[in-house]
C-alpha cells in the first residue's frame, strides 16, 4: 500500500519508536503518514490548496489542518471545502484517531466514503456533501461522537443509512441515488432534529415509530415515491418548523388539527400527492408559517377565511386543486389575504372558481 518514498521516511521514525515505546509509529506520525496518503490520492489540485503540505513544516501549520493543543499534537479538523479538489477520500484518514471535523464539501472527490471512517471515534461533523462520491454509505455505527453528517448532493447508492450513531442531529443525504425504505430504526436516534433524503427513490410509508422522534425541526421527504395517509407520526413533532411532502404519492386527508400542533411550522409544502378533503382551517394557528404549497392535489371545500392571521406569508400555492369558490361569502378569504403584507406569490389557477371576484385583489402585491 505504501509508496516506497513514503516507506523509507517512516524506517527512522519506527526505530525511534520502537526505541523509546516498543510500539509501532507514534501517534502523531500516524497522523503524518495519513495527511501524505489523503494528499496522494487528490492527483488534481488546480488552487493548489495542498502546495504547504510539504516537508519544510510540521503538518499542524498545512493549509486546512487544525491540529489539538496538547503534545504531540494530533490533527482534529480538515477543513478544505470549496478547493476544486478532484481526487478520491484516503482510507487512511481512518487512521486520524482524533479528527473530529472533516469538511471536504463541494469538490469533486469520487469514490466511495472509505469504511474506515466509521472507526473515527471523536467525529463529529461530517461534510462531504455535493462532491461526486458513489457507491453504499458505510457504517457509522462506531462514530460515537457523530453530531453532523452531510452527505448529500453525491450519487450514493444502495439503502438509507442505517447503521448511525445515537447522538445524530442531523442526516443529510438528500439528492443521491439511494433506494428502498425508510428504516423504522431510526426512530432510535431521537435526538434528531434535522432528517433530508429529498431527490431519492425512496418507497413504502413513514414509520409510525418516527413517532419517539420528539426533537424534530426540519423533516424534507419530498421527490421520491413515499406513499400511505398523512404519516401520522409528523403530528408528534410538536416542534416541526419545515414541512416538506411534495412529489411523493401521500393519499388521504390532511389531520384537521395539523396547524394547532405543529403550530411552529414556518414552512408547509406538500404538492403534488394525492391528498383530498379540506385545507385543515387549524392551519392559521400555526402564525409564523411563511410558505405553504399544497398546489397538484385535490383538495376540496373553501380557502380558510381566516387565512389573512398568518401576516409573515411569504408564498401561496394552491394551483391545481378542487378548491371551491362560488358565493360571495366563499371569496372572504381573498379580503384576508389582504393583511398578508409580506405575500409575493399567490396563485389558485386550475380550481373551482366562480362567481364575482371581489375588489381587494388590488391590495394584494402583485
Ligand atoms: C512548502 O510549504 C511552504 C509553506 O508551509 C511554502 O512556503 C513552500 O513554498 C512549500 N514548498 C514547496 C516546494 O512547495
Ligand atoms: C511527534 O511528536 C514528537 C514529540 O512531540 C516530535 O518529536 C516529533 O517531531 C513529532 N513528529 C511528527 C511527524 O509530528
Ligand atoms: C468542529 O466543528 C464544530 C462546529 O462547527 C466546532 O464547534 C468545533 O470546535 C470544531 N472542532 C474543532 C477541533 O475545530
Ligand atoms: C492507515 O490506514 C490504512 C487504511 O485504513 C491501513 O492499511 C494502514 O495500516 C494504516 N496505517 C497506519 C500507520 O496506521
Ligand atoms: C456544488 O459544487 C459545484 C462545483 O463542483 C458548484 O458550482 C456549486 O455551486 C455547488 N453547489 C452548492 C449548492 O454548493
Ligand atoms: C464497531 O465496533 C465493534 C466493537 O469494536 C466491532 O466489532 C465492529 O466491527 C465495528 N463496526 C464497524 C462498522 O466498524
Ligand atoms: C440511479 O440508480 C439507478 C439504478 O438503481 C440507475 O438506473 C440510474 O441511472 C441512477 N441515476 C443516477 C442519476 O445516477
Ligand atoms: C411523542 O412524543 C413524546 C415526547 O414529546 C413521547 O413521550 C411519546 O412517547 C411520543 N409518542 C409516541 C407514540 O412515540
Ligand atoms: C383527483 O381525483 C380524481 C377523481 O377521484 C382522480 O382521478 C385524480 O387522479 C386525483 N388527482 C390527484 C392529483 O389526486
Ligand atoms: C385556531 O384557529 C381557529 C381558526 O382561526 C381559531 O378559532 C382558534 O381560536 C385558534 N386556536 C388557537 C389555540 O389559536
Ligand atoms: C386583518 O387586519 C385587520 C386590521 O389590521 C383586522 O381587523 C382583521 O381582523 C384582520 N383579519 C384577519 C383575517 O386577520
Not at 515505546?21 to 506520525?29: L, R
Not at 452531510?150 to 438509507?160: A, D, E, P, S
Not at 421527490?223 to 413533532?237: D, K
Not at 391528498?275 to 400555526?286: D, K, M, Q, R, V
Amino acid at each position: 500500500m505504501m509508496a516506497g518514498a513514503v516507506g523509507q521516511f517512516l524506517l527512522p521514525f519506527m526505530a525511534c519508536s520502537i526505541l523509546h515505546t516498543g510500539s509501532s509509529a507514534s501517534g502523531n506520525e500516524t497522523d503524518w503518514l495519513s495527511l501524505l496518503d489523503f494528499k496522494k490520492a487528490i492527483p488534481l489540485d488546480p488552487q493548489q490548496a495542498l502546495a504547504s503540505w510539504n516537508d519544510s513544516t510540521h503538518f499542524s501549520s498545512w493549509e486546512g489542518v487544525l491540529c489539538t493543543a496538547n503534545n504531540p499534537r494530533r490533527v482534529a479538523y480538515i477543513r478544505l471545502e470549496r478547493r476544486g479538489l478532484v481526487g478520491q477520500i484516503s482510507p487512511s484518514l481512518g487512521n486520524l484517531t482524533f479528527l473530529q471535523n472533516l469538511s471536504l464539501a463541494t469538490n469533486q472527490f469520487t469514490g466511495e466514503i472509505p469504511a474506515s471512517l466509521g472507526h473515527l471515534q471523536y467525529l463529529q461533523y461530517l461534510y462531504l456533501s455535493n462532491n461526486t462520491l458513489q457507491g453504499q454509505i458505510p457504517s457509522f455505527a462506531n462514530c460515537s461522537s457523530l453530531r453532523v453528517p452531510w452527505l448529500h448532493r453525491n450519487g450514493h447508492v444502495g439503502q438509507f443509512p442505517a447503521e448511525l450513531s445515537s447522538g445524530l442531529s442531523q442526516l443529510q443525504i438528500s439528492l443521491n441515488n439511494l433506494s428502498g425504505t425508510i428504516p423504522a430504526s431510526l426512530s432510535h436516534i431521537t435526538t434528531l432534529a434535522v432528517i433530508s433524503c429529498a431527490y431519492n427513490n425512496f418507497v413504502g410509508n413513514v414509520p409510525d415509530e418516527f413517532a419517539k422522534l420528539s426533537n424534530m425541526q426540519q423533516l424534507y421527504l419530498g421527490a421520491n415515491q413515499l406513499s400511505g395517509r398523512f404519516p401520522g407520526a409528523i403530528m408528534n413533532f410538536s416542534a416541526l418548523t419545515d414541512l416538506s411532502l411534495g412529489l411523493n404519492k401521500f393519499n388521504g386527508e390532511v389531520p384537521p388539527d395539523l396547524g394547532r400542533v405543529l403550530h411552529n411550522l414556518l414552512l408547509f409544502e406538500l404538492p403534488d400527492n394525492f391528498f383530498h378533503g379540506p385545507i385543515p382551517p387549524s392551519l392559521t394557528n400555526a402564525s409564523n408559517l411563511y410558505y405553504i404549497e399544497i398546489s397538484r392535489n385535490n383538495f376540496t371545500g373553501l380557502v380558510p377565511s381566516t387565512i389573512g392571521k398568518l401576516n409573515k406569508l411569504e408564498m401561496l400555492n394552491l394551483e391545481y386543486n378542487q378548491l371551491q369558490a362560488e358565493r360571495k361569502q366563499d371569496w372572504e378569504f381573498l379580503g384576508s389575504l389582504a393583511n398578508c403584507t409580506m405575500l409575493i406569490g399567490f396563485s389558485m389557477t386550475g380550481n373551482r372558481l366562480g362567481g364575482k371576484v371581489p375588489a381587494p385583489l388590488g391590495n394584494l402585491t402583485n
